[in-house]
């Protein structure tokens, strides 16, 4: 192998598609927490120490999975599925990225934010990877919490505390993860039928998927609005940008709901990646008017 293909697949190893949602996300807090525009030292040690983070946390996913991975189109030709790189040496990777994540958000901010990017790798690894995936529909729902740990590292950088606005970000993300995955598991349905991975539409269906997903994003609504209730800093941008964002996400799950297509599903997924990124901008924004 080619170093230029090796450094390929050592970088997608750690998931990149996926890291730029994450920063993104404790960007969001980090500009929400701060009063003023934030420090660029903590700004840098967040992006740097969380991408090793959750970089960290792929790499051993990739390992764990190599056995499910090379069953499925989707995955089986990324680097350990594909016998590119060895499950040891992922491994590996996987660790020292995690190590160095730790070192740096010590350093740079503080212990609580090292701790919180530590906790949220092993959620994932240990909680979603090694347990929940292949035993339960609610894999997605309780493993989905390791996502939800970027705004607290972001928040925790800032103020060496979590409050009530970090725990609700949590909680926004907890709502988002289930149906924005559920619409990624209808269209892989087979894959994950044929790979013995029990995602919620290969079990139960993707008609009956869709009630969960409306529930979920209908309390998605409900906590984005009510974030603007309790921080201060939000204001007619965010209320504005949050109600027309999740008004639409709604609509669209409920029409794909009556009348479902792979390519109406495929808008739906796509949409959500564009919701979580667009309501982290317009936080970040509006923390600054």
């Known amino acids: 192998m080619n170093l230029q ?37 903590i ?17 051993i996913n990739h ?27 992922a491994l590996i990777f996987g660790f020292i990225l995690t190590i160095l994540s730790f070192a740096i958000l010590y350093f740079s901010t503080n212990l609580l934010a090292a701790l919180l ?87 139960v269906g993707i008609e009956a998927t869709f009630k969960p997903m409306i529930l979920h994003t209908v309390t998605l609504i409900v906590l984005t609005l009510t974030m603007a209730l309790i921080n201060v800093k939000l204001g007619w941008i965010y209320l504005t940008c949050c109600t027309i964002l999740g008004l639409y996400y709604l609509y669209a799950t409920y029409k794909v709901s009556k009348n479902y297509s792979r390519k109406n599903n495929l808008s739906v997924y796509k949409f959500s990646l564009l919701y979580m990124m667009t309501l982290s901008l317009v936080i970040i924004l509006d923390s600054l008017i």
């Open 5 to 41: 293909q090796s450094f390929k697949d050592y970088i997608t190893l750690t998931k990149p598609r996926v890291n730029i949602l994450l920063v993104l996300t404790a960007l969001a807090a980090i500009f929400l927490a701060s009063s003023g525009l934030p420090s660029i030292r």
């Open 117 to 203: 990017a530590l906790s949220g790798n092993l959620f994932y690894v240990i909680i979603y990877s090694l347990w929940l995936k292949k035993r339960t529909i609610h894999n997605i729902v309780i493993g989905g919490i390791a996502g939800c740990f970027p705004p607290l590292v972001g928040w925790a950088a800032v103020t060496g505390e979590l409050s009530l606005s970090a725990w609700y970000l949590f909680v926004i993300i907890f709502f988002w993860t289930p149906p924005h995955f559920w619409a990624l598991a209808m269209l892989m349905k087979d894959d994950y039928t044929d790979a013995n991975i029990p995602m919620l539409p290969s079990v």
């Open 43 to 59: 700004i840098l040690a967040v992006i740097i120490g969380g991408t090793l983070a959750s970089g960290g946390a792929g790499a």
């Open 63 to 89: 390992s764990i999975d190599k056995d499910v991975d090379s069953k499925m189109n989707r995955t089986s030709k990324r680097p350990v599925a594909g016998a590119r790189i060895s499950t040891k040496n």
